[in-house]
């Protein structure tokens, strides 16, 4: 049995169903192309981005904004790529990122959904019109004779269609599930990201605004953990919590 002799037997709904079947097979293979590049790099380009921000927060904004073509890329590049420096203002950049990112990964998805909903109930209604179109044939002068043989093979030829769009659903059905399983893993991974690169921003924080090393300082001068605020360095023999050298000149005059 041919190809074009099974689509003689499922009837006028073949064309629908075929319609259904290059459209979820479409999908699918763009979704599994998508998926691949994902999961091959992803892992890769989340390790570079943390180890360069636990060393220098400018380079991991460079890394980050060179993977932007990756959805991992573009969710670590948000918050590093803000002009302020704010817990806050780093956190909420996270989650309208991710947001974003995994609501682009749900792409096609409910095309799929489509298909497995219509593609039975396609099959279903050529069944229905096969059997109608044999039980019209029957004459009750005929039941019991030769002739009815023609009938029985038309109602076993009605349920191609049937057979069809199952087959159709039961394979768009499988990735669709595939690829939700899929998405589900990508919100672990976005939630690991996030939490680790918010984890390193508390714990030192840096002007996000401003990636290029810092010029040369005059003597005598330092900057804090931060990178923001520039205080004078202390003498060795000085201790901070002592009072200036005035005040104890006085309280000792006033001692005698």
Same mark, same amino acid.
């Given at each position: 049995?041919?190809?074009?002799?099974?689509?003689?037997?499922?009837?006028?709904?073949?064309?629908?169903?075929?319609?259904?079947?290059?459209?979820?097979?479409?999908?699918?293979?763009?979704?599994?192309?998508?998926?691949?590049?994902?999961?091959?790099?992803?892992?890769?380009?989340?390790?570079?981005?943390?180890?360069?921000?636990?060393?220098?927060?400018?380079?991991?904004?460079?890394?980050?904004?060179?993977?932007?073509?990756?959805?991992?890329?573009?969710?670590?590049?948000?918050? &590093?790529?803000?002009?302020?420096?704010?817990?806050?203002?780093?956190?909420?950049?996270?989650?309208?990122?991710?947001?974003?990112?995994?609501?682009?990964?749900?792409?096609?998805?409910?095309?799929?959904?489509?298909?497995?909903?219509?593609?039975?109930?396609?099959?279903?209604?050529?069944?229905?019109?096969? &059997?109608?179109?044999?039980?019209?044939?029957?004459?009750?002068?005929?039941?019991?004779?030769?002739?009815?043989?023609?009938?029985?093979?038309?109602?076993?030829?009605?349920?191609?269609?049937?057979?069809?769009?199952?087959?159709?659903?039961?394979?768009?059905?499988?990735?669709?599930?595939?690829?939700?399983?899929?998405?589900?893993?990508?919100?672990?991974?976005?939630?690991?990201?996030?939490?680790?690169?918010?984890? &390193?921003?508390?714990?030192?924080?840096?002007?996000?605004?401003?990636?290029?090393?810092?010029?040369?300082?005059?003597?005598?001068?330092?900057?804090?953990?931060?990178?923001?605020?520039?205080?004078?360095?202390?003498?060795?023999?000085?201790?901070?919590?002592?009072?200036?050298?005035?005040?104890?000149?006085?309280?000792?005059?006033?001692?005698?």
């Amino acid at each position: 049995m041919d190809i074009l002799d099974i689509f003689r037997k499922v009837g006028p709904v073949v064309w629908p169903l075929l319609f259904f079947s290059v459209l979820s097979l479409s999908v699918v293979l763009e979704r599994l192309w998508f998926w691949l590049r994902i999961l091959t790099q992803e892992k890769e380009t989340v390790d570079r981005i943390l180890e360069a921000a636990r060393q220098d927060w400018g380079i991991a904004a460079d890394m980050a904004r060179q993977a932007t073509d990756q959805p991992i890329g573009r969710f670590l590049f948000a918050p &590093l790529s803000l002009p302020k420096n704010n817990a806050e203002l780093f956190r909420l950049a996270l989650e309208s990122t991710a947001e974003t990112e995994l609501a682009q990964m749900r792409r096609g998805e409910k095309v799929l959904e489509l298909v497995i909903a219509v593609a039975p109930l396609l099959g279903l209604f050529g069944t229905v019109w096969g &059997l109608i179109r044999s039980l019209e044939s029957i004459r009750i002068g005929d039941l019991g004779t030769e002739a009815t043989a023609g009938v029985t093979t038309g109602i076993g030829e009605s349920l191609y269609s049937t057979a069809v769009g199952l087959a159709v659903a039961i394979f768009s059905l499988i990735f669709y599930r595939l690829f939700q399983g899929l998405l589900v893993n990508q919100v672990k991974v976005f939630r690991k990201a996030g939490n680790d690169l918010e984890m &390193l921003y508390l714990q030192s924080p840096a002007d996000l605004s401003n990636s290029k090393p810092n010029k040369a300082l005059p003597q005598g001068v330092a900057h804090d953990s931060t990178g923001e605020n520039f205080i004078p360095r202390r003498k060795r023999t000085q201790n901070r919590f002592s009072d200036p050298p005035e005040i104890s000149e006085d309280t000792s005059d006033s001692d005698k």
